[in-house]
């Protein structure tokens, strides 16, 4: 079938794919309710734009890890960006908190402190902890 489609539709020349394995991007992903769990957002932090042409708009972190704009909840910086602008938003450069702290930079924060989403070890790592913490009460 592959060499079917390769027919109809030929690869350009010059180029080169490259094949990203779907764990470790996976990894990479990120949501504010991470950041809420690390402690590097708070519930009820105010977002307030970085673009020029929204100056004084705010957003606010909801206790689910959302982003309530407007009396409507987003499930992404980019999804609160792109309802305030009518198209596509980078929201996490398009957010920051009012000490002028983008979401990129705490998004880059957490995890330049190793604290990835569904990282396999620290997972089991995690549960050995609570077995362990709850075999000594016993």
Do not use: C
């Amino acid at each position: 079938m592959v060499e079917v489609l390769l027919k109809i539709w030929p690869v350009p020349d010059g180029h080169v794919g490259t094949v990203v394995d779907p764990q470790t991007k996976a990894q990479d992903w990120v949501e504010i309710k991470h950041l809420l769990e690390a402690g590097l957002l708070a519930v009820g932090d105010r977002l307030v734009t970085t673009h020029r042409d929204f100056v004084g708009m705010e957003a606010v972190i909801t206790a689910d890890g959302k982003i309530e704009l407007n009396g409507k909840r987003f499930s992404t910086p980019s999804g609160a960006g792109n309802s305030l602008r009518k198209k596509a938003t980078n929201g996490w450069y398009f957010w920051s908190l009012p000490d002028g702290r983008r979401l990129r930079d705490v998004r880059a924060e957490f995890l330049a402190a190793g604290e990835v989403p569904g990282d396999p070890l620290q997972l089991v790592e995690e549960r050995v902890d609570e077995i362990e913490g709850t075999h000594s009460r016993a």
